[in-house]
């Protein structure tokens, strides 16, 4: 059993407040049994990345809905910033640990959800090592955390996994176009294994596995300039510096918000269906077209300057939905306006920040 005065030299050297921290030794996990009995219809999910951007979302969206939350998260791209407004939530505790080490959660879990992994192109190409293992080793071990404690399990995969698609809109039944040993394929082939690993525990043990594949998602909590289109257009115009677009900009995404994502994943994970299913917003815009947009919303006057287009970039990305509404009665609801008008506002306080440091 690890001391009291351990536990707090952990605290102090991970700079995380106590009172958000899980406890491991045997009191701790008395005390998280006796609040189960009390609360004998609350729920425990279990978040890895829970304090990335997305992860706080969903974070935040359980914890909306009457569930208990631990947080696992390293803080290698996710930051305590997302989830600090959530310091005395009651139901809510963060652990900073590697999921591609052995976890160890004492109590019970309901659901464990695997949202941790580098995902812009800056962070995986950065990260290539960490980003294998976190689809590879992290799957694992959360698979394992799920199977242990008899848990439902989630995996937040990606629309990478149909690369440079050949089809389009891209539907669940179609295998991709990915180049498994180019600069992107750390990214794409850790999701294409997590989403078979994920199915191997389905069949072999029984797990009740669900499994989404997220398309381009934006909305407040976005690091700026974190390598993805919107974060890099707004930092540049807030810099007042040239706007990148890459190739002629006529390569198309579409972008939905991040409260109607969360929404078709929580669907998703209350739902029957355990093979993917694509998580996003039919609606494309070149990435050209985007850039004007974003610029005409901050009254930038800087110029939009091209560059060569990356390897492997995908020349297109919208998905086919039809499952999700088919099975889930989901579709995303924030148009791009609102949307952007609202991720805008988050960037410039956050920009304002930056500066006044």
Not at 135 to 151: C, H, P, R
Not at 221 to 230: E, F, I, K, Q, Y
Request: glycine share 8%.
């Amino acid at each position: 059993m690890r001391s009291q005065a351990g536990m707090k030299e952990r605290r102090a050297r991970n700079m995380e407040p106590a009172g958000i921290w899980e406890n491991t030794d045997d009191e701790a996990a008395g005390s998280i049994a006796k609040r189960r009995n009390d609360e004998a219809k609350t729920m425990r999910a279990v978040v890895t990345g829970g304090a990335g951007f997305l992860g706080s979302h969903l974070c935040d969206y359980l914890l909306d809905h009457g569930w208990e939350v631990l947080s696992i998260d390293n803080l290698v791209t996710g930051t305590q910033a997302n989830v600090r407004h959530l310091a005395e939530h009651p139901r809510f505790r963060m652990l900073q640990q590697d999921v591609t080490k052995f976890i160890d959660v004492p109590g019970p879990v309901d659901y464990v959800l695997h949202f941790a992994s580098p995902a812009s192109p800056v962070d995986y190409l950065k990260l290539p090592i960490q980003t294998l293992k976190v689809g590879s080793l992290g799957t694992l071990n959360t698979l394992g955390l799920a199977l242990a404690k008899k848990a439902k399990y989630f995996l937040a995969s990606t629309s990478e996994c149909y690369g440079d698609p050949l089809v389009s809109p891209q539907p669940e039944t179609y295998w991709g176009n990915v180049n498994p040993i180019g600069p992107r394929g750390v990214y794409d082939e850790a999701k294409r294994f997590a989403e078979a690993m994920v199915m191997a525990y389905h069949r072999a043990h029984g797990v009740d596995t669900h499994i989404v594949r997220i398309f381009n998602t934006y909305g407040p909590r976005m690091r700026l300039n974190d390598g993805r289109a919107l974060p890099n257009f707004v930092h540049q115009a807030l810099m007042g510096q040239p706007i990148t677009v890459y190739g002629s900009g006529k390569q198309t995404r579409s972008f939905c918000y991040v409260s109607d994502l969360i929404e078709g994943i929580y669907r998703l994970m209350l739902s029957e269906e355990h093979e993917p299913t694509n998580i996003g917003n039919p609606q494309e815009i070149t990435i050209l077209e985007f850039a004007e947009r974003v610029r005409a919303l901050l009254g930038a006057t800087t110029p939009i300057v091209f560059e060569p287009l990356p390897q492997d970039d995908p020349k297109q990305r919208c998905p086919d939905i039809s499952k999700a509404r088919r099975l889930l009665g989901w579709e995303p609801k924030v148009n791009l306006e609102d949307g952007l008008r609202l991720t805008l506002e988050s960037f410039k306080k956050q920009f304002a920040e930056a500066q006044a440091r």
